[in-house]
């Protein structure tokens, strides 16, 4: 077999496809996008289209092959298109439960805060969480009272009396040692011990209860009322306080007020079904947290009952691989290394090959999130050595010293049609730049990585468009206004700017930085204009396509608007499945589906998929600014 010579071969478009979040199968989503760009088999205009598999060149992987077509119909060169899938479903497997589970914790620690309209999901879960606390601490407590032979005030006591006895051997340890302040400290705790235990029996003198006799089962003495009642209310209450912090007080306390509902609902069933029994009783045991309430145990296995069934069919399996990425744990961060690592040696390969002049990456949901990492990370490593700024024309000057900026919302659509044009030249000079051999080179050296050839980034229902609420620090609601600050968000887009700012987060168009320009920065070293790392998405045209949402799941809940965010050159395109517009029910996964009724190939949602990927490379992309979002309708994110 004759060597491949990427001097002589003729260039070729890769298409690397990122799959988003759930149990994928290898290839699985490629062949949709596939479907959905080349070869529908119930498009009239994909007749005469073909693919092949093949193995990667390489041949170490036959499960992860690579789809190459004819030649793509009216292509000015007649060229050929490889389709790849970067997969890494398999480095996300076997999500624990608990992950899933701290991670919603923590996303409620940081308030409501989400996009526009998601506020209600935040509320909804948050409150759900609290009632799953107050869940865990009726059936832990039941358990403990089983084992306590059912003496209630055994439960309170014990770990109480516990708790005196050993703050007062840590005073009698301070002021053996002369700890002035720590003395201070347990004196007071001690104290504060004296006066519960003062109260705890003054509560059991003043109301003693009223004792069992036939027919009537008896009222508890007041310590112990208090035990049955408030004791699981009170724990999870703290609980909730110390794993979801303010926000999730303001949770609680509607948990509280549906639980009083069901309080008042108990008490009028209760005295219709069974007038003859006494209401003080009844009222003593309608509490549905209390131990001694008949709703109790049912209602608590309900509400994880359905938490488990929630879990196993829709949390775990995809919002758990959300949980492992964006959650800093020290195993998570293992699994998002191994991720970021197998999709940059991915495009690093397809860069090397030698095969290529165009490359677009098209990803969808968290895999959006994972291709953003990609190129971010791809780009720092190769921008130094990209070919010098002198050699890559007038193209790549005109964007340098354009004065856009990823905030500004004023562009017009022929500043964006510009940047574009623009930008798909340079590529090509940069692709022409890399491949002339060097003067001690007979012929390129295609493992040499200094090239960038991503023309585009096409991103298909993007959970970047929560990029905030997800991928930011910073404090929550409740502690800004203790603070005086009225803007509840503002924390983190703080954080968010200072991330751009420092170039962690690229933008498009990139950030200006003191006397920087768009994509160059002067090497204090070498005092020679270099390309810096945050410029990726000035030479990248990123196209955004997604489903608006409505009524929370009618649409696409996890997509929507990235251009208020990472910069107004994003092209925001919102579609539907319907020629005549409106919404279909969860369309998350619907971004290449070819067999949606009743437009299926012709539906917008198609046709602007395969204008932003432009197969043919004709101007199709450039073309599909004048389809965008108004960027003023997204002010509110």
């Not at 193209?395 to 004023?410: C, L, R």
Request: hydrophobic residues 50%; contains cysteine.
């Amino acid at each position: 077999m004759a060597e491949f010579d990427p001097a002589t071969a003729r260039k070729r478009t890769a298409i690397l496809v990122v799959h988003g979040i759930g149990s994928q199968r290898a290839l699985e989503t490629v062949r949709g996008v596939i479907r959905g760009v080349w070869l529908d088999e119930k498009n009239p205009a994909d007749k005469g289209k073909r693919i092949w598999t093949h193995p990667e060149r390489d041949g170490s992987d036959i499960d992860l092959a690579v789809m190459t077509t004819n030649t793509v119909p009216d292509s000015p060169d007649g060229r050929l298109v490889d389709f790849h899938e970067l997969y890494w479903a398999h480095l996300m497997s076997e999500t624990k439960a608990v992950a899933v589970l701290l991670w919603l914790y923590e996303l409620v620690r940081k308030g409501p805060i989400m996009k526009l309209g998601m506020n209600e999901l935040w509320w909804a879960a948050a409150i759900f969480l609290c009632l799953m606390n107050l869940s865990f601490a009726v059936l832990v407590l039941q358990g403990i009272l089983l084992f306590s032979r059912n003496v209630a005030q055994i439960m309170l006591v014990a770990p109480f009396l516990l708790l005196v006895a050993s703050l007062l051997l840590g005073l009698l340890v301070a002021l053996k040692w002369g700890a002035v302040r720590i003395i201070g400290l347990l004196a007071i705790a001690l104290a504060g011990g004296a006066v519960l235990i003062a109260v705890y029996v003054w509560i059991g003198r003043k109301f003693p209860g009223i004792a069992a006799s036939a027919g009537n089962p008896g009222i508890p003495d007041g310590a112990e009322l208090f035990t049955q009642i408030a004791l699981p209310t009170l724990i999870a209450l703290i609980a909730t306080l110390l794993i979801m912090g303010r926000q999730g007080l303001r949770a609680f306390w509607r948990a509280i007020f549906i639980s009083v509902v069901l309080f008042g609902i108990f008490i009028v069933a209760d005295r219709y079904w069974h007038p003859e029994s006494e209401f003080v009783l009844t009222v003593i045991k309608a509490w549905l947290w209390a131990l001694n309430s008949p709703w109790s145990v049912a209602a608590a296995s309900a509400v994880i009952g359905l938490y488990l069934i929630i879990n196993a069919a829709f949390l775990q399996p995809y919002l758990g691989d959300a949980a492992r990425y964006f959650r800093n744990s020290p195993a998570n961060v293992a699994v998002r290394r191994a991720i970021r690592k197998e999709a940059v040696d991915r495009l690093a390969n397809l860069h090397a090959s030698g095969q290529y002049d165009r490359i677009v990456v098209v990803a969808h949901s968290l895999g959006t999130v994972v291709a953003y990492d990609m190129q971010r990370a791809y780009f720092s490593r190769v921008c130094n050595e990209l070919p010098p700024v002198e050699e890559l024309g007038t193209d790549f000057d005109a964007i340098d010293s354009a004065k856009w900026q990823p905030e500004d919302a004023k562009a017009t659509i022929e500043d964006k049609k510009a940047l574009r044009i623009k930008a798909r030249a340079t590529i090509a000079s940069i692709a022409a730049a890399a491949a002339k051999p060097t003067p001690q080179q007979q012929k390129p050296n295609p493992l040499q990585p200094k090239s960038w050839l991503v023309t585009d980034f096409v991103t298909l229902g993007s959970a970047l468009t929560h990029a905030y609420f997800l991928m930011c620090l910073g404090k929550t609601a409740a502690d800004l206004k203790a603070e005086g600050r009225l803007n509840t968000e503002q924390d983190l887009k703080d954080d968010f700017a200072r991330r751009v700012g420092e170039r962690e987060f690229p933008t498009c168009p990139p950030k200006r930085l003191d006397r920087d320009g768009l994509l160059t920065f002067t090497n204090p070293k070498t005092h020679r204009k270099q390309i810096h790392n945050g410029a990726l998405f000035g030479l990248t045209r990123w196209s955004n396509i997604y489903f608006p949402r409505r009524q929370l799941f009618w649409g696409d809940a996890i997509g929507g608007a990235l251009s208020p965010i990472f910069g107004y050159h994003i092209v925001d395109l919102a579609v539907s499945t319907k020629n005549a517009g409106g919404d279909d029910f969860f369309t998350h996964t619907a971004y290449w589906d070819v067999r949606r009724a009743p437009d299926t190939c012709q539906a917008p949602h198609i046709v602007t998929l395969r204008k932003a990927i432009d197969l043919a490379d004709t101007g199709a992309a450039i073309d599909l600014v004048d389809e965008g979002d108004d960027p003023t309708a997204h002010d509110g994110i």
